[in-house]
């Protein structure tokens, strides 16, 4: 409660956020909430710290082929054959598409912007599954992050296989795309832009006056988004979401934070 009531103290002229984060307490969410405005201390409040990542595995995934780019074993001008990976459908319309080849670079775009699924898949084909999750643990030092399957595999998923993100992690996720070559830096920033997803963060804001970088995720009970403006940056992570709307909403609250750090 002390916490809460500092936060309210802190705050108290852009939002009411420690009453938003104690709704979500209330509700019997499970949340990790991460808050940075370059003029200020970091904050990071949560009631758990591991969470499915629904899509927000795609962060590291690409951060892990950059990784590779970088030593000369992948480039994002190379062709993909959308044919090559089963058609699977979720998130994404590649597997709609009357084009049926496309560079990497466009399908590393979808993956962002659209969270293609089949996208996604094509850039694990390439990389190969347990490289780009040696890359994601040991080489980018996401120790908590665990890439063991593909998306939409049910199969994988009903042996007990699936992908997992931390809060800890997505705080480090900020410090590699600093550490990112500019241009690098640059494509990246154009890609998180480009997402099509403002249901969560984007709620909260008047449509078209403000556009941040982020990625969200989403499945039956659990809402993710994780961003980033030019001054700050915010992820909200929840599970065990039993109202959508309602928590929907909280995000759309919290979300306000980022027109301050536009």
């Avoid at 007990?160 to 494509?187: E, H, K, V």
Wanted: charged residues 25%; glycine residues 6%; hydrophobic residues 40%.
């Amino acid at each position: 409660m002390a916490f809460f009531s500092k936060l309210k103290d802190r705050y108290n002229k852009d939002m009411n956020l420690a009453v938003t984060l104690q709704n979500l307490q209330q509700i019997g969410c499970q949340y990790a909430f991460y808050f940075h405005r370059q003029d200020q201390e970091p904050i990071l409040h949560l009631n758990c710290e591991r969470f499915p990542s629904a899509s927000i595995i795609k962060i590291p995934i690409l951060l892990a082929w950059l990784h590779l780019e970088q030593q000369g074993q992948l480039s994002r001008e190379e062709l993909c054959s959308l044919d090559s990976e089963p058609q699977v459908r979720g998130s994404g319309f590649a597997w709609m598409m009357r084009t049926r080849s496309l560079f990497y670079a466009d399908v590393l775009l979808m993956m962002i912007a659209t969270s293609d699924n089949l996208c996604t898949n094509l850039v694990l084909q390439r990389i190969g599954l347990e490289r780009a999750a040696r890359v994601i643990q040991e080489e980018l030092g996401l120790k908590e992050t665990l890439l063991q399957r593909r998306l939409m595999d049910f199969a994988a998923r009903s042996r007990g296989l699936d992908n997992w993100i931390s809060a800890q992690d997505c705080i480090r996720f900020y410090t590699l795309l600093d550490q990112l070559a500019p241009q690098d830096r640059a494509w990246v920033d154009s890609l998180l832009r480009a997402c099509q997803d403002e249901y969560l963060f984007g709620r909260g804001l008047p449509r078209d006056t403000m556009r941040f970088h982020h990625k969200t995720g989403s499945i039956p009970g659990i809402l993710h988004d994780w961003a980033y403006t030019k001054d700050c940056r915010l992820f909200l992570l929840t599970q065990n979401v039993k109202d959508e709307v309602q928590v929907g909403e909280i995000f759309g609250e919290v979300g306000k934070l980022l027109a301050a750090g536009h």
